[in-house]
């Protein structure tokens, strides 16, 4: 019984894997915060994104990711708390217009029904690049959500774009 239930589990895992699987951030430590005895512990994991469409911005952040063996699997339904920090790292140069609001990244966070998304928006008014991560359900949403900003400054002898002429619309 038990081996039926493991193929099961590793055909599911060949099937739904590669639709589920995203560009991967990169990683850069994670903490244990729950001991657990014969199974991979709780832990927090802090990643790092480069915004797609503007050059010079990286995002930082931290989620929750559970052990025990339905989190070894890949079939424990994630918290919705994540953590954001974004920052210049280099002269800001945007690739093309974006509607406020886009997609930064994506991550699933259960094998079907969350995600956790971070959003890119312009405070046209104060020249700030605005980045929200908020986690959704198809059921039931989450009101948690981080906000970072990164205020667009001149960088080196590269002078500071204005975010308002990228956005579309």
């Known amino acids: 019984m038990r081996g039926l239930l493991a193929l099961g589990l590793v055909l599911v895992a060949a ?3 590669p639709a589920l699987a995203a560009d991967e951030p990169d990683l850069i430590f994670k903490k244990s915060t729950v001991w657990k005895f014969l199974s991979p512990d709780h832990k927090l994991a802090t990643y790092a994104v480069d915004d797609p469409l503007v050059d010079g911005v990286a995002c930082h952040f ?3 990711e559970t052990g025990g063996y339905t989190g070894w699997l890949g079939l424990a339904e994630e918290l919705s708390d994540v953590s954001l920090a974004c920052r210049q790292i280099g002269p800001i140069g945007f690739k093309e217009k974006f509607e406020q609001g886009d997609e930064v990244f994506r991550q699933r ?3 079907f029904f969350k995600k956790m998304q971070i959003v890119r928006g312009c ?3 104060r020249n700030v690049l605005v ?3 908020y986690s ?3 059921v039931d ?3 948690k959500n981080s906000t970072s900003t990164v205020p667009i400054m001149p960088w080196g002898e590269a002078a500071a774009q204005k975010c308002a002429d990228w956005i579309e619309g």
């Open 109 to 111: 966070r259960s094998l």
């Open 131 to 133: 980045y929200l991560v």
């Open 123 to 125: 405070d046209t008014k």
């Open 136 to 138: 959704d359900k198809l």
């Open 141 to 143: 949403g989450s009101p």
């Open 62 to 64: 931290t989620v929750p």
């Open 15 to 17: 099937v739904f894997g």
